[in-house]
């Protein structure tokens, strides 16, 4: 899998396969914006990943590439974050093309 220190992510694999995030590094950027093992990351700078290359993804993952807005399938229904971003708080139930709902709303 890939890791990026700053974002704090490391992936299961790269496309043809999924994105599925396979660990999350406490207090980086993945972490304090509600990415969770699990999640399936989707798109890059909203760019489907699936039509990418490993290398592209590596290259557009990369620190100086900021900021990076990735979109994850997240809870039963989409996170997306920006590098500089905060989390929203919002956690999800449901999931498309069924209705989503909105279940808990954290403070901050």
Do not use: C, Y
Request: charge should be positive; charged fraction near 20%; aromatic fraction near 4%.
């Amino acid at each position: 899998g890939k890791t990026d220190k700053l974002l704090g992510l490391n992936f299961t694999g790269f496309p043809p396969k999924r994105m599925i995030v396979k660990t999350v590094g406490a207090e980086k950027w993945a972490d304090l914006n509600g990415v969770s093992i699990g999640d399936e990351l989707m798109a890059i700078n909203g760019q489907a990943v699936k039509s990418m290359t490993k290398e592209t993804i590596s290259a557009l993952l990369q620190a100086n590439r900021r900021p990076t807005e990735l979109t994850f399938v997240h809870g039963g229904g989409l996170l997306s974050a920006g590098a500089e971003d905060r989390p929203l708080g919002l956690h999800t139930k449901g999931k498309p093309p069924n209705k989503v709902f909105i279940s808990t709303v954290t403070p901050g």
